[in-house]
């Protein structure tokens, strides 16, 4: 077997009165992100893992912020694609760690379910998807309830 590890970082900011899309699922909030797409700011995290373990770039690279075909798309869909290209040149996708940092609202009750769509979205069990959440105490912009970080790690196999 051949491995190859990647890591994906993503920040969004946070604005009353938008939607928030979190892990490829919607989350009740009075705030949500500020973006191109739908603002899903921890499935762009993971497209950039998965990217960047076979070195393809980012996903700012192939779905470009300029390009009205990419308004308002469901982050969903980008993922579908990464993974498409990522099976294209042979390798699966092994295992995938997502870290969100948020101050608010509390992600708990919606793990399960995000890791069950991830995992569908990139046709893999749902065991091999981990999805977790943190504040970090009030500190920074995240503690200021101003943006949302992620980090995600990806393991491919052929
Ligand atoms: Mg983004």
């Known amino acids: 077997m051949e491995y190859r590890i990647g890591q994906g970082y993503d920040v969004h900011q946070l604005r009353k009165g938008l939607p928030m899309w979190l892990g ?5 909030s009075e705030v949500g992100f500020v973006a191109h797409s739908d603002g899903d700011v921890a499935v762009h995290a993971l497209c950039d893992a998965l990217l960047g373990a076979l070195a393809l770039g980012d996903i700012g690279h192939l779905f ?7 308004k308002g798309v469901d982050s ?18 092994g295992n995938v760690d997502i870290t969100i940092a948020l101050q608010a609202p509390k992600l708990a009750p919606f793990i399960g379910q995000m890791r069950s769509v991830l995992a569908g979205v990139m046709g893999i069990d749902v065991d091999r998807v981990s ?3 943190t504040t970090t105490e009030r500190l920074g912009f995240v503690g200021r309830g101003e943006g ?11």
Do not use: F, N, Y
């Open 148 to 158: 949302c970080e992620v980090w995600a790690v990806a393991l491919l196999a052929k």
């Open 24 to 28: 490829g699922i919607q989350i009740p």
């Open 131 to 133: 999805v977790k959440a």
């Open 64 to 70: 470009p912020d300029t390009s009205d075909e990419w």
């Open 76 to 93: 969903k869909v980008l993922l579908a694609d990464v993974v498409s290209r990522v099976r294209t040149l042979g390798w699966q996708v």
